[in-house]
């Protein structure tokens, strides 16, 4: 069968609406994006192809924890692009090692996997613990199971959604890989249950995001610690989102006093300018991967090492993770001046927050779309919470400007 695809038209659009239809022909339906077209964007504003600004709500999900077009990361940059963007790991390249060595240093860690996106750093951490399990555990071959929570994200490979409880995630995309038990988030005992002479890792998220930034009962991460240690278990810390300054620590684990075994990364790391993934932790683990078994073209070029040296630079003074502190215990405050006059609760920590919108409420699309008229961006997360996270750079005046929008539309 021939399809017939109407041609370009030369017209240059002009419009958000011009725009936005170009889109809506040529793209791919996969996301349901709000209706404004960004077309220049500073700090914690965006500016619309018309001119308007909106205050940045969201941060790309963590990835602009920097702000738009830091100034350093910019430097950096363009510096590189000016050097070598890309060799393969076919060479060597003199950005690698220093960025594997200093981001390290800074996560305390022995070794450094650069990845590309999320996912495949979630990925890339997958394999290496079933390659532990069975190099080092004993466990049998292709027998390794690794333990996940339920409401869980961390990607949407066919891999990473195999162990989704998100439906939407999941249909019509099966058959599924095999191999990872599900168990409830926060569940210590549902946890120890679950763990078997097979078990190779629990892979969890500290708090978790897309579910509506939910955080765990007190004492659950150092129980999953604890469950490790005495289990000969790994633990894979998904701090994708949670992790490099956005709850006001390196990791969202280090308030529990936690360390993982294994970290994945992502988001922050690339600031905002491109994708930048990393696995980094013990150095007996990650170092079961020899050369072949796995790889990436563009994981760890020289313009991504770059950017994230940059990155490393500016969370080592410490300078972020204390706005993430200081800021987010007004921002906390400002939401919860909502509980009960439109808002349910307010979850979270740092500059992020899970606001649940009371019952007779406006849906999180709709309060999102209502957000966008009044000039604040954010975004929406299992219909009924608005999910809060402003670029670090973000002022107290900002924040209140956005607090305030949200008041507007749900307060009843």
Sequence with gaps: MTVTVPPTTAATPESAADFIAMDERWSTHNYHPLPVVIAEAEGAWVTDVHGK????????????????????????????????????????????????????????????????????????????????????????????????????????????????????????????????????????????????????????????????????????????????????????????????????????????????????????????????????????????????EHGSTFGGNPLACAVGRAVVKLLATGEFQERSATLGAYLHGRLGELVGRGVAEVRGRGLWAGVEIAPGGPSGRVASEALMERGVLCKETHDTTLRVAPPLVITEAEIDLGVDAIASIVTH
């Design 53 to 292: 600004r909106y205050l940045d709500f969201l941060a790309g999900y963590s990835a602009l924890n920097f702000g738009h077009r830091h100034p350093a990361l910019v430097a950096a940059a363009v510096e590189q692009l000016h050097k070598v963007t890309l060799t393969s790991r076919a060479f060597h390249h003199d950005q690698l090692g220093l960025f594997c060595r200093e981001l390290a240093e800074l996560t305390g860690t022995d070794l450094v996997l650069p990845m590309n996106s999320g996912a495949e750093a979630v990925e890339s951490a997958v394999k290496v613990a079933r390659k532990w399990a069975y190099r080092v555990k004993g466990v049998p071959e292709n027998t390794a199971e690794i333990i996940v929570a339920g409401s869980n994200f961390h990607g949407r490979t066919t891999t990473i959604i195999s162990f989704s409880t998100d439906e939407v995630a999941r249909a019509d995309f099966g058959p599924f890989t095999p191999g990872f038990k599900v168990v409830k988030y926060g569940d210590a005992q549902a946890l120890e249950a679950a763990i078997t002479d097979r078990t190779a890792a629990i892979l969890v998220e500290p708090i978790q995001g897309e579910a509506g930034v939910l955080a765990p009962p007190s004492g659950y991460l150092r129980e999953v610690r604890a469950l490790c240690d005495r289990n000969n278990v790994l633990f894979i810390a998904d701090e994708i989102q949670s992790g490099l300054a956005r709850t006001g620590t390196l990791f969202a684990l280090d308030a529990e006093g936690v360390r993982a075994d294994l970290y994945t990364l992502g988001k922050a790391l690339g600031g905002g300018i491109l994708p930048v993934s990393a696995v980094v932790g013990r150095g007996d683990v990650l170092g079961v991967l020899k050369p072949g």
